[in-house]
């Protein structure tokens, strides 16, 4: 497919695209109470415009089909390095850490856990049927072991004095 024919197809998506958000914004929602007595949203459009947004649903589908091998993939983008990550987890930690899980709990690769292991530093860990696990209170003993405490600040004099 030509570079022209991928710009017309596209532009011809986008054209398509606004046409069905326009019929889709002139409809106004209205706050119903159905059968079973909960409060649905209904959005009254009409018969006619529920064919051409089916329609124009159907072409949009049709053209993306067309362009999908010519349209560039989004990469994966990773989280810049000096950001923080927390994840919020509901009830407590699994008994077992996979050696992905603890590179991401700790910020590091595989291959650094690996070559400790190899080097018989790091954490202890379980090996089953060639499968390494990190028991989850080992790892807290590890890290706790590991923790740094740094001195508080004292005030100098002259702060002391005023």
């Known amino acids: 497919m030509t570079p022209e ?25 209205e706050r119903r109470i159905n059968d ?12 006619e415009k529920l064919k ?8 949009i589908e049709q053209i993306s089909e067309q362009l999908q ?3 560039r993939r989004p990469r994966k983008s990773k989280p810049p390095r000096n950001s923080v990550t927390q994840v919020v987890t509901s009830g407590p930690p699994p008994a077992f850490f996979t050696e992905a899980m603890l590179a991401e709990r700790w910020y590091c ?14 954490p202890s ?11 989850y209170d080992e790892l807290v003993k590890y890290e706790i072991e590991r923790l740094v ?7 100098s004099s002259q702060e002391s004095n005023s």
């Open 5 to 29: 024919k991928i710009r017309e197809l596209k532009e011809k998506r986008k054209t398509l695209q606004r046409e069905l958000q326009e019929i889709e914004d002139t409809a106004i929602p």
């Open 36 to 47: 079973q007595g909960q409060e649905v949203t209904f959005v009254p459009l009409g018969w």
């Open 52 to 59: 051409r947004m089916g329609a124009l649903r159907n072409k």
């Open 69 to 71: 091998p010519h349209e």
């Open 109 to 122: 690769s595989n291959s650094r856990l690996q070559q400790w292991r190899r080097d018989g530093k790091g």
């Open 125 to 135: 860990y379980v090996k089953i049927e060639g499968r390494i696990l990190y028991p």
């Open 149 to 155: 405490k740094t001195e508080t600040s004292k005030p």
